[in-house]
């Protein structure tokens, strides 16, 4: 399951195409579901698979039909910051790498018997982080708000 | 070499291979996708340690990056709609005249 993750996480930096990298994150996305499942944390996993895959790949996918832009042939499909991003890459993986594997898990308490259940997830959820789900609605209208402004500059852009 | 430890080495490489794509590729949807990815490394970071310490607050954590990577992409596609007709590409490289 991780080794398609990672495949087609690494797939999507070298397609050329929007749609089939958009694809090739659907694959990731599914795959990173089944590893929620399979640790024991089952309505995580099906909120990966509603949320993202049913709600913003779909929309991605659909913004990508809707323009039906292929990039030019003499596009050039990397940057020019390839070089440096490249170093980037490699340095922040050795970095991460070299502290996840050198501090090991002795600091980490025993692994837990059996993960949280929903309805423990539920009363936590309401009970001692209500703030944020409070908080969390007033950013839904704000972006829906900002969604609104940003149709409504593309209309005058267009009239 | 644990579980925790291949999990969190998925993530980190997740996250990594975001961030490089979101440096490297020219096309904005691309970006907007890598941007994504990473994401998702950081939530399966979130959820491995939730599910190690059985603790209810990680989860809580992932359903707000959840709902904060909905919102984004939702105001960031209208953005790149009106960019694209704009100036007809999606190469970011054409859009200098962003410039204030």
């Known amino acids: 399951m991780g080794v398609l993750a990672l495949g087609s996480a690494a797939l999507m930096l070298v397609l050329r195409q929007p749609m089939r990298v958009a694809l090739a994150l659907i694959t990731t996305m599914m795959a990173l579901g089944g590893i929620y499942g399979l640790l024991g944390v089952h309505f995580i996993a099906a909120f990966q698979v509603l949320i993202y895959v049913g709600a913003v790949m779909v929309f991605i996918v659909y913004v990508i039909m809707l323009m039906e832009l292929r990039e030019a042939e003499g596009n050039r499909r990397f940057s020019g910051w390839r070089v440096p991003g490249l170093v980037v890459f490699a340095l922040l993986v050795l970095v991460l790498v070299v502290s996840v594997w050198s501090g090991g898990t002795g600091s980490l308490p025993p692994a837990a018997s059996a993960p949280f259940s929903l309805t423990q997830f539920s009363a936590e959820f309401l009970s001692r982080y209500w703030l944020v789900f409070e908080l969390t609605s007033v950013f839904l209208v704000a972006a829906i708000v900002a969604a609104l402004a940003v149709i409504k500059v593309s209309r005058r852009v267009d009239g | ?100």
């Open chain 2, 1 to 100: 070499m644990d579980r925790t430890q291949l999990l969190l080495g998925l993530s980190i490489a997740l996250f990594a291979l975001g961030l490089l794509g979101l440096i490297i590729r020219r096309n904005a949807l691309v970006m907007l996708m890598c941007m994504e990815l990473m994401l998702n490394g950081v939530n399966l970071s979130l959820v491995t340690f939730s599910e190690r310490y059985a603790d209810a607050g990680g989860a809580v954590l992932v359903f707000l990056v959840f709902i904060v990577a909905t919102a984004e992409i939702a105001l960031a596609i209208p953005i790149v709609l009106l960019l694209v007709r704009h100036t007809r590409s999606m190469d970011i490289g054409r859009y200098t005249d962003l410039k204030g």
